[in-house]
Structures are given as structure tokens and as C-alpha cells.
């Protein structure tokens, strides 16, 4: 008995919570770490803007940071940059959720029931491996070269990551959990509700978030199909008046497109995930 | 209501494959008692709770005769993780004031102040406190209880041990916990059965009153004839020690 009261003191002694003194040097560092990164970025910028201006890069070649700068504001500025930005925008949003509910919907069938998954499982595994870029030449016979053949082609990119994640994270709920709940009386409905969606939900925030990705690249190769608007359009128009400036600025706006969407499933995540340790504040 | 607690099964065989687990077992739990299940690993305690708790289908040629509010409590707590803990022992409830309901639970295992908690956020010794609200909220009338504290710290299952005794005397249900913790059986139980292979190899009445301790002759003599039953001989117990 005598072990045991020693092994319970030692463990009633140690204290469970870290002590947060030692984290504030790393912090530093950090800010150090990010400090250099800003002066790298900015040294490579100031090449770039003395090699243009001492007419090592030829503007047809590549345009200067600040005439790319100048061109970004007068594309704001004249309406041409917020009209092509919206019919991008809507591109990707009307492509999305199609995509995204279709892509839930087909893993709510298979996920929750043996026979939905014998019908919809395996042709979804067949048809993942396809590239799907490459079904722009038959997407072009069936769909024309309209906007229906981009907006299928961002709904296809968009489903299957939402598809391959949710249904892994609907089959990869935990048996235990399942258990319980159904020892407290939780019919199938209820364990559907409270244990299996919530616990599908962080994999298909990260389906999501790859969704986004993809819904992005499909526009980027939409819009080269003979579009007559868009982001696209933007950069093919000034490829053919070797416009480098205004194909730098159609390239920032799809960074940031990418950039935008992740920081908005990311919001969305710390709000709906908040219950995740990593995401709890100590 | 004491009626309402009886357990009573009778020639319960469970088979899985070429290998049976229970052999036409009769069990009879008096109403608001409590009883320990003691065996060795394979021996068919967790498969004789899992068919009481209704996680798996009794065979049809059982008897079984059970009370319609069962509680259990597993060995891992099982909290949801994406429910503040409140919302977990809320679980299922029906009925308007679920969540005062939990939240008195909650106040009885002494976690009021974790209400709002997610369930990561607590030790392990909270969170098993907050699986037991969790049976409790319901008024069952049989608890099960599967090897609730073998996971805990020496220091909180003596905690934890007080803490069932205090809810049993409470609530009185019918309390059935598995364990193959010797000691944790006598401390708690009024009768301790052993299985072994399936069949129940002893059954032994607790007759010590409560708050027991290990230094009582009754309690290690008691301790030496379960170990015995569970197939530990004298001489391993003596090199042991």
C-alpha cells in the first residue's frame, strides 16, 4: 500500500500545466525569422525594379514592379479589373457548389449506407483518377464553348476532394463513440447528428479547403478556353498586345483568389473546429 | 421500484465462430445492489456487459430480464469531443430542462465548474467523472460499469472509488462493474462474482462494512481466495511480495 500513496503524491505533485515562460524566446525568433523573410522578398523586388529600369528586362519580357503597380490601379480605377474579378467570382462560386454539394451529397450516400456505397463508391474511385484537366477537349464536344464547360469543369475539380474526404472522415468515426451513443439512447438519426457528421467534419474542412485549390486551377484553364470575360480572358487579351504588366496583375489576383479562399475556410474551421485541442486556448 | 432493478438472465450463450465466450450463464442481480465481475482477460466479462448494456443482440434462446433504464460507463470516457461537456451528459436526454438536468449531474460529480469545458480540455479523472454524470443524469436502474478506472492514476481511482459509493448510495441502482482489480472489487462490491471460461466460477458475498480498508484481515483473506480463484497460487503471491 505504502506505493501506492507515493506513486498517487508524485502524481498530485507535478503540476499538469505548462509554465508559459519558456515559450517567450521562440516567439522572438519567430519575429526575427519573419523579419528576414520580408527583407529577402524585398531585396529580390528591388533587383527586379533596377534591372528593368537599367534595361536588363525588357518590359515585353517582364514589366517593372512599379509599372505593374501603376497598371493594377488603373485597372481598378477604369472598372476593367472589378468587371473580369466578378465574372471570375461567379464562375468559381456558381462551379462550387455544385462541386461541393454534389460532392457532400455522394459521400452522405455512400458514408452512411452499405448499398450507397457498392453504387456510388467505386465508379467515384474510377473516375478520380482521372486527370480531370483532360476532359476539357470532350467537356468543349458536349458543353460547347459557352460557360457552361467552365463552370463544369470548377464543379468536377471542386467534388471529388469534397467526396474522398468526407466519406473517409464518415467511415472513420469512431466505433466507440458510435457505442456510446447508442447506449444513451440515440436512434440512427441521432448518432447521424451528433456523432458521425461532427466527427466527418474536420476531413471535410481539409476536402474543402483542397477543393478551393482545384476549383481555382480548373478556372485558370477554363479561361482559356475562348472566354470573352473573366481573369482569363484579362490575361489572354494582353498576351496578344504583350501586356506583360497587366499578365503580372491577372496572376496576383489569382494568387490572391487562392489566398482568399483558404483564409475563408480557415475562419471557418477555428469557429466550427473550436473544440479541437490543437485549437483550444490554454 | 425495487422490482424494477432486478436483472435476471438465464442460459445466455454467446458464440463467436468455433469459440464460445459464455456458456448458458444464469445470473441473478438483486435490486440496488452491487456487484463485481471479476476475470481473467478472455474469460466473458466484457461480452456479458456489452449483452446487458444491449450492444450486442441476445440470442434468442436466452433468458433475459432486464430494467428499461441502462446505464453504462466505459473504461475510455467516450465523450463526444465536439460537445461542451454539458451537451455530452445532455446527450439523448428528452424532455424540456435537459440541460439543467445535466448540469445538477454535473454539480454531483463535482465538475459545475467545467460545464461549458470541452471535453479535451479535461484530465482524465474529469473527464471519467464527467462520463459517470453522464450515466447518472438518466436515473438508470442498472449502472454498468467496464473497467471504469483501470486508465485513472493510483490517486484518483481512490477518488473515483468514494465517488461510485457516494452515487450507488444516491441513486441505488443496480450496479454491475467489471474489473480485474481485485482490490477495487472488494472495496466496492457487496458480492463478487468470478468468471472464468465463460461460467461463473464463484460467487462470494462481501460482508464488511463500508468504508473498507486493505489492512483488514477479512479484506486480504478475501483478496487471497479471489486471487486463488483467478489462478494465482500462494507461492507466486508470496514471491510477489
Known amino acids: 500500500m505504502s506505493d501506492t500513496h507515493a506513486l498517487g503524491g508524485r502524481g498530485a505533485v507535478a503540476p499538469a500545466r505548462p509554465v508559459p515562460a519558456p515559450r517567450r524566446p521562440r516567439f522572438r525568433g519567430?519575429?526575427?525569422?519573419?523579419?528576414?523573410?520580408?527583407?529577402?522578398?524585398?531585396?529580390?523586388?528591388?533587383?527586379?525594379?533596377?534591372?528593368?529600369?537599367?534595361?536588363?528586362?525588357?518590359?515585353?519580357?517582364?514589366?517593372?514592379?512599379?509599372?505593374?503597380?501603376?497598371?493594377?490601379?488603373?485597372?481598378?480605377?477604369?472598372?476593367?479589373?472589378?468587371?473580369?474579378?466578378?465574372?471570375?467570382?461567379?464562375?468559381?462560386?456558381?462551379?462550387?457548389?455544385?462541386?461541393?454539394?454534389?460532392?457532400?451529397?455522394?459521400?452522405?450516400?455512400?458514408?452512411?449506407?452499405?448499398?450507397?456505397?457498392?453504387?456510388?463508391?467505386?465508379?467515384?474511385?474510377?473516375?478520380?483518377?482521372?486527370?480531370?484537366?483532360?476532359?476539357?477537349?470532350?467537356?468543349?464536344?458536349?458543353?460547347?464553348?459557352?460557360?457552361?464547360?467552365?463552370?463544369?469543369?470548377?464543379?468536377?475539380?471542386?467534388?471529388?476532394?469534397?467526396?474522398?474526404?468526407?466519406?473517409?472522415?464518415?467511415?472513420?468515426?469512431?466505433?466507440?463513440?458510435?457505442?456510446?451513443?447508442?447506449?444513451?439512447?440515440?436512434?440512427?438519426?441521432?448518432?447521424?447528428?451528433?456523432?458521425?457528421?461532427?466527427?466527418?467534419?474536420?476531413?471535410?474542412?481539409?476536402?474543402?479547403?483542397?477543393?478551393?485549390?482545384?476549383?481555382?486551377?480548373?478556372?485558370?484553364?477554363?479561361?482559356?478556353?475562348?472566354?470573352?470575360?473573366?481573369?482569363?480572358?484579362?490575361?489572354?487579351?494582353?498576351?496578344?498586345?504583350?501586356?506583360?504588366?497587366?499578365?503580372?496583375?491577372?496572376?496576383?489576383?489569382?494568387?490572391?483568389?487562392?489566398?482568399?479562399?483558404?483564409?475563408?475556410?480557415?475562419?471557418?474551421?477555428?469557429?466550427?473546429?473550436?473544440?479541437?485541442?490543437?485549437?483550444?486556448?490554454? | 421500484m425495487s422490482d424494477e432493478r432486478r436483472v435476471s438472465v438465464g442460459g445466455l450463450t454467446r458464440r463467436f465462430g468455433s469459440n464460445t465466450v459464455l456458456h448458458g450463464l444464469d445470473l441473478e442481480l438483486e435490486p440496488g445492489s452491487f456487484t463485481a465481475l471479476l476475470g481473467r482477460s478472455g474469460s466473458g466479462k466484457t461480452t456479458l456487459l456489452r449483452t446487458l448494456a444491449g450492444l450486442d443482440p441476445a440470442p434468442a434462446e436466452a433468458r433475459i430480464g432486464l430494467p428499461d433504464r441502462v446505464a453504462a460507463v466505459f473504461q475510455e470516457p467516450r465523450l463526444l469531443p465536439w460537445k461542451r461537456v454539458w451537451a455530452n451528459v445532455a446527450l439523448g436526454l428528452e424532455g424540456r430542462d435537459a440541460k439543467g438536468r445535466a448540469e445538477r449531474a454535473l454539480g454531483e460529480v463535482g465538475l459545475a465548474r467545467h460545464l461549458e469545458a470541452w471535453p479535451a480540455t479535461l484530465s482524465g479523472g474529469e473527464a471519467q467523472r464527467a462520463a459517470l454524470a453522464r450515466a447518472l443524469v438518466r436515473e438508470p436502474r442498472l449502472l454498468l460499469l467496464d473497467e471504469p478506472f483501470a486508465a485513472l492514476d493510483a490517486l484518483t481511482r481512490i477518488r473515483m472509488h468514494a465517488l461510485v459509493l457516494e452515487l450507488w448510495r444516491a441513486h441505488g441502482p443496480t450496479t454491475l462493474i467489471v474489473t480485474h482489480d481485485v482490490d477495487e472489487a472488494v472495496l466496492l462490491a457487496d458480492r463478487v462474482l468470478v468468471l472464468d471460461a465463460g461460467r461463473i466460477a464463484a460467487d462470494i458475498a462481501v460482508e464488511m462494512p463500508r468504508p473498507r480498508s486493505h489492512g483488514d484481515a477479512r479484506f486480504v483473506a478475501l483478496r487471497r481466495r479471489l486471487l486463488a480463484e483467478l489462478g494465482l497460487e500462494a507461492e507466486v503471491l508470496q514471491e510477489a511480495a
Open chain 1, 30 to 282: 519567430l519575429d526575427l525569422s519573419r523579419t528576414r523573410r520580408f527583407a529577402s522578398s524585398a531585396v529580390i523586388l528591388l533587383l527586379w525594379q533596377g534591372a528593368s529600369m537599367a534595361g536588363l528586362i525588357a518590359p515585353r519580357t517582364l514589366a517593372a514592379p512599379t509599372t505593374i503597380v501603376a497598371t493594377a490601379w488603373e485597372l481598378v480605377l477604369s472598372g476593367e479589373l472589378p468587371h473580369h474579378l466578378l465574372v471570375s467570382l461567379g464562375r468559381v462560386a456558381t462551379g462550387l457548389s455544385i462541386g461541393v454539394s454534389s460532392g457532400v451529397a455522394l459521400a452522405l450516400i455512400a458514408g452512411l449506407s452499405r448499398r450507397g456505397e457498392e453504387i456510388v463508391d467505386a465508379p467515384m474511385q474510377m473516375l478520380r483518377t482521372l486527370p480531370f484537366l483532360a476532359l476539357v477537349p470532350l467537356f468543349i464536344l458536349w458543353f460547347g464553348i459557352g460557360e457552361t464547360p467552365k463552370i463544369a469543369l470548377v464543379s468536377l475539380g471542386s467534388a471529388f476532394p469534397v467526396y474522398l474526404t468526407l466519406f473517409a472522415g464518415i467511415r472513420g468515426t469512431d466505433p466507440k463513440l458510435m457505442e456510446a451513443g447508442r447506449v444513451f439512447g440515440l436512434d440512427r438519426a441521432g448518432l447521424i447528428r451528433h456523432v458521425v457528421l461532427p466527427g466527418a467534419l474536420p476531413s471535410g474542412l481539409v476536402g474543402l479547403r483542397y477543393a478551393l485549390g482545384s476549383a481555382l486551377l480548373s478556372l485558370v484553364i477554363a479561361e482559356q478556353i475562348n472566354a470573352t470575360a473573366g481573369i482569363g480572358f484579362l490575361i489572354n487579351d494582353a498576351r496578344d498586345f504583350l501586356r506583360t504588366d497587366v499578365i503580372v496583375v491577372g496572376l496576383l489576383v489569382y494568387a490572391l483568389l487562392g489566398l482568399g479562399a483558404d483564409a475563408l475556410v480557415r475562419g471557418f474551421e477555428r469557429r466550427a473546429l473550436a473544440w479541437r485541442p490543437n485549437l483550444i486556448k490554454g
